[in-house]
Each structure stands twice: as structure tokens, then as C-alpha cells.
Antibody, heavy 121, light 109 residues
Framework: EVHLLESGGGLVQPGASLRLSCAAS????????MGWVRQAPGSGLEWVST????????YYADSVKGRFTISRDNSKNTLSLQMDSLRAEDTALYYC??????????????WGQGSLVTVSS | QSALTQPAAVSGSPGQSITISCTGT?????????VSWYRQHPGKVPKLMIY??SRPSGVSNRFSGSKSGNTASLTISGLQAEDEADYYC??????????FGGGTRLTVL
């Protein structure tokens, strides 16, 4: 059974940094692209970032490019999202998601329960 | 980049069929066979229903996807009460990003 467990969320002030982690189990982790999708309170889904299976290619939404960094450790089946220069508009539930394959095509077939990030002074 | 365009709400009676549209441009929906559809019940995690116009294993065959030009569509046949949820489309884009639609609230009357 596939499990994705996010951690690292919390309340931070604008301009601060936060690192989210996602521990994966039940999958051959180094075979699939992984991504982060967020959902602001009462709003729709927003793609944040995707990383390919080897970690060799990363992709970002314009809204986070230059501030967020996605990475993975295939030896530990772990996905991370380093979030710097956080803004109020980054406040959201951040989902870790497994790609259907190794492409950055937007298909995510397993999702974690999400980690809440709140940016407020 | 603007979100893909979905109707804010659709509704149907049990047993009926409904279609939710997802309109983009030739730089996303129209340019690639890479549209996915998700169902999200309130307070729950999104679930992949359609990927590349195909159904993942375990998804009911009442759900089907199609595309014509810059518009993708999700059709749900034989509506059931459990289908009441929010539905989102997404697409790969020419800029190597992924874009979601704004979401559609489906009400089963």
C-alpha cells in the first residue's frame, strides 16, 4: 500500500523559510516523478513543483520559482521542498504527490494528507 | 499564467450523465495529450480519475475523458450521490509547467 507522509509545516512570519518533507513507502520511489501541489484555504488546487525520478530535472510554478527548491533523496525515499522568502499568499495545505510515471505531465495518482503552511505576522 | 477554465458548478440527477469542460489554449490542453482529472470530496485528498484520457485502475468506468481542440471534457454517466464533489482538471504546458483549472462543484440533485 502506498503511503506519503508530509511533515514540516507550521506558522512562520513573512520572509521566513520552511522545509517540508515527504516520506514515501509502498512504491519503488526512484522510478517515479514526485511533486508538490498546494491548496489555499477555500481555494482550488495549484501545482507547485515536480522533480523527475533521478532528481535530474526540476520544474516550478512561476509563483514560486526562485524561492522554492524541490529535491529528493532516493536512498531514503524522501521528497523535500525548501521554501524561502515566504509570503502570505503561500499560505496553503501542501500535498506531496506521486507521479503516474516519470514525466512532468500533471498526473498524480497518490497523495499525502497534506502539511499546513501558514505565513502571517 | 491563467488557470484553465472550468464551469464553477454543474448539477444532475441520479442516473443522469453530466459533462464538465476544461478550456485552455494550444499551449496547454490543445498542444498535448496530457490532461488529468481529479475528484475532491470536502476535506479530503484529491483522487486521480482520468490521466491522458485513460482511467487509472480502480476508477469506475462511469468516468471518461475526451478532448477536442483546446477543450478537454470529463463525462460522468449514471450519476450517484457519491459523485458529488469538486472536480479539477490539469494540463501540461509548453513552458514545462502544469496548470490546474479553477474547479467545478458537482451537485447531485
Amino acid at each position: 500500500e502506498v503511503h506519503l507522509l508530509e511533515s514540516g509545516g507550521g506558522l512562520v512570519q513573512p520572509g521566513a523559510s520552511l522545509r517540508l518533507s515527504c516520506a514515501a513507502s509502498g512504491i519503488t520511489f526512484d522510478t517515479y516523478a514526485m511533486g508538490w501541489v498546494r491548496q489555499a484555504p477555500g481555494s482550488g488546487l495549484e501545482w507547485v513543483s515536480t522533480i523527475t525520478a533521478s532528481g535530474g530535472n526540476t520544474y516550478y510554478a512561476d509563483s514560486v520559482k526562485g524561492r522554492f527548491t524541490i529535491s529528493r533523496d532516493n536512498s531514503k525515499n524522501t521528497l523535500s521542498l525548501q521554501m524561502d522568502s515566504l509570503r502570505a499568499e503561500d499560505t496553503a495545505l501542501y500535498y506531496c504527490a506521486k507521479g503516474v510515471d516519470n514525466r512532468n505531465y500533471g498526473g498524480f495518482d497518490y497523495w499525502g494528507q497534506g502539511s499546513l503552511v501558514t505565513v502571517s505576522s | 499564467q491563467s488557470a484553465l477554465t472550468q464551469p464553477a458548478a454543474v448539477s444532475g440527477s441520479p442516473g443522469q450523465s453530466i459533462t464538465i469542460s476544461c478550456t485552455g489554449t494550444s499551449s496547454d490542453v490543445g498542444g498535448y495529450n496530457s490532461v488529468s482529472w481529479y475528484r475532491q470530496h470536502p476535506g479530503k485528498v484529491p483522487k486521480l480519475m482520468i490521466y491522458d484520457v485513460s482511467r487509472p485502475s480502480g476508477v469506475s468506468n462511469r468516468f471518461s475523458g475526451s478532448k477536442s481542440g483546446n477543450t478537454a471534457s470529463l463525462t460522468i454517466s449514471g450519476l450517484q450521490a457519491e459523485d458529488e464533489a469538486d472536480y479539477y482538471c490539469n494540463s501540461y504546458t509548453r513552458r514545462s509547467t502544469v496548470i490546474f483549472g479553477g474547479g467545478t462543484r458537482l451537485t447531485v440533485l
